[in-house]
């Protein structure tokens, strides 16, 4: 992410890797010290902040074979909201997991799929606890992503 300045993400920002933002609103921030981030990386990706019940869906031309994103982690009372991932493999769903509860883990973490032809992948988020919002983020802030093709 510390390639894009900070602001919302300008269409096209992926092309050069096949990625394409189907679904969301994704903004580049800089890092705040609720912040958790391996590398001192100076930006994170928050797909439509304002959002308490955010998407973020990536299609990718051509497939891919493994996608994986690094979340980051939280300290001084900061919270994760509960999110899930969708991996569309050849026209079908073959992965849905997540982190489906509300958290403070202070480690930032990886995610990594692989499939035969990932197309698309669709991150949920839910911030909302009995009709208000509950975690200091709207979205799980992404610190990186990685995706290859064989």
Known sequence: MSSLGQGRVPDGA??????LI??????????NQYMVLPNNEPRVLIADPQNPLALLALMFDP?????????I???MNATLPKWRIEIIDGGRSIEQVGEPDF????????????GRSIEQ?????DNTYQGQT??????????????SRQ
């Open 63 to 71: 497939p891919v074979t493994s996608f994986g994103f690094q979340r």
């Open 121 to 125: 992948v669709f991150i949920y988020s």
């Open 134 to 147: 509950w975690s200091t983020y709207n979205f799980p802030p992404i610190v990186a992503l990685t995706i």
């Open 14 to 19: 992926f092309d050069r890797f096949g990625v």
């Open 22 to 31: 189907t679904q969301g609103d994704p903004v580049i921030y800089a890092v």
């Open 103 to 114: 958290h403070a883990d202070s480690n930032p973490r990886w995610f990594n799929f692989s």
């Open 73 to 75: 982690g939280v300290q």
